[in-house]
């Protein structure tokens, strides 16, 4: 199972999040949830970087099924909105496969 930990702050702002796990939906190369998961992550990383121009901390594990994203504190309140959108978004995708596929996927929050 893939478990994504979705950190927040105070205000509700999405600090980082954490993806440990293989959701073994079917074999390598074969696997929809694992794909799915991995396209939406992976998609808000790089927009984040792209459209924002933030750098967020990511580590990735050797062999995979495992990924951690920090987003940088005190960015300017324009680009943190950006950032919390695009965000939100990504939750709002993880949400979708979780509901079609809750044996492989599962969020919680910190």
């Known amino acids: 199972m893939i478990h994504v930990e979705i950190n927040k702050h105070a205000n509700g702002d999405i600090c980082s999040f954490t993806l440990d796990g293989h959701a073994d939906f079917n074999k390598r190369g074969k696997d929809i949830v694992c794909a799915g998961v991995s396209a939406v992550v992976f998609g808000t990383i790089n927009a984040i970087m ?10 990735q ?3 995979g099924g495992y990924l951690r994203c920090i987003i940088p504190d005190n960015l300017p309140l324009e680009i943190n909105n950006q ?13 979708t496969i979780e509901m079609d596929y809750s044996k492989y996927i599962k969020i919680t929050f910190q």
């Open 83 to 95: 950032v919390q959108l695009l965000l939100q978004g990504m939750f709002v995708s993880l949400q």
């Open 50 to 59: 792209e459209l924002t121009k933030v750098e967020p901390i990511v580590e």
């Open 61 to 63: 594990g050797k062999k």
